[in-house]
Nanobody
Framework: QVQLVESGGGTVQAGGSLRLSCAAS????????MGWFRQSPGKEREFVTA????????VYSDSVKGRFAISRDNAKNAAYLQMNSLKPEDTAVYYC?????????????????WGQGTQVTVSS
């Protein structure tokens, strides 16, 4: 059974940084686009960023562009999300997800596998 496990969440003050990790198992990791989504209470799950299988292409939502950076290490079956200059509005549960599509897609239903999520709280 495919597993995606996020880690690295926590509470940080506004302006601080966090690095999330996503460890994948039981899938051919290098064949998947990896994405990060987030969801806060009362809101729909929203796309944050994604990276192609080779790492050669990334897409970011406008709300995080210039502050967040996605990366991956196919040798370690892991994806990462470096979050800098965090704002209170970044507070959410962050999920990593895997999509076997050939290009980056932004809709949650297009991703086949999901982690359990990790909480990120940014205090003002």
């Amino acid at each position: 059974q495919v597993q995606l496990v996020e880690s690295g969440g926590g509470t940080v003050q506004a302006g601080g940084s966090l690095r999330l990790s996503c460890a994948a198992s039981r899938l051919t990791f290098s064949r998947y686009v990896m994405g990060w989504f987030r969801q806060s209470p009362g809101k729909e799950r929203e796309f944050v960023t994604a990276i192609t299988w080779s790492g050669g292409s990334t897409v970011y939502s406008d709300s995080v562009k210039g502050r967040f950076a996605i990366s991956r290490d196919n040798a370690k079956n892991a994806a990462y999300l470096q979050m800098n200059s965090l704002k209170p509005e970044d507070t959410a549960v962050y999920y990593c997800a895997a999509d076997q599509g050939l290009s980056i897609r932004k809709m949650p239903q297009q991703y086949e596998y999901w982690g359990q999520g990790t909480q990120v709280t940014v205090s003002s």
